[in-house]
């Protein structure tokens, strides 16, 4: 049998995996709200459909591993709300389910440590969501038997997201808030930690995916000038500097993130340890 991944919400990370698959002679179908963004997708080798609006049923039937990057809402996980009777129907070809979720859900640790046994507190709208979406997904593996995997994701960048086109473009802010420190994730190492738990499932276990040190926001714009041989922007006070409300929401949270479980049980070794290993890249 062909070993067919059916991804929703085909992004950057799914993207990634992407490349490592078909190399290996995956069939990949990715879903996507945007005729532009599919035609893009079908020019990387993905078989791309539209949903909502195309029926991902006999997508369903064929896939032997689902990822999951949608967006959760208000209400959930979208896949689950109009999926859940399908999936379950499907759920015994099932070999790998993967979710991909959001460090986010730990809330803010003044920059202490936190793991996957840590209580979910989350302080943001977005975090919140996520806790809700995870909870729904196991309620589902609970109950079927879906063969879950959740994978709780540091910021990522990557190529073409990531401190340089802001520097670049003279857009970058450095923004300072006492003690503020980011865990963070090269998208090929995403892609590497999902293709090994893909190698070897888990189902019911939870990681966090993130590098090996967590930094403040503005080390690492400092490093990316510093490659670049430009100026950093001025310093601005993270309690005066005017920002939208998603922007001061990412400065909400501060903690250390451990990876323990992706190196040690999925023996993933990272490409990129830090962000100064990813940003030289």
Sequence with gaps: M????????????ARA???????????VIGTTRSHDKAEALRAEGVEALIWPGEDPGPALALATRVLLSA????????????LTDQITANVESFEWVGYLSTTG???DHNGGWV???????PATRRGRQRVLAESQWQALAKTTGLPLHIFRLAGIYGPGRGPFSKVRRGTARQIIKKDQVFSRIH???IAQVLAASIAAP??????????NEAAPPQDVLAHAADLLGTDLPPPEDYETAEMTPMARSFYAESKRVRNCRITGELGAELLYPTYREGLAA
């Design 187 to 189: 998208v090929d190492d």
């Design 2 to 13: 062909t070993k067919t991944l059916l991804s929703f919400g085909h992004g950057f990370s």
């Design 202 to 211: 888990n189902p019911g276990a939870v990681y966090n995916v993130c590098d």
């Design 115 to 121: 793991d996957e046994t840590t209580p979910l507190t």
């Design 17 to 27: 995996l992407t490349r490592l698959l078909l190399g290996q002679g995956w069939r």
């Design 71 to 82: 967006a959760p809402d208000g209400e959930g996980d979208p896949v689950l709300a109009e």
């Design 105 to 107: 859900v730990y809330g």
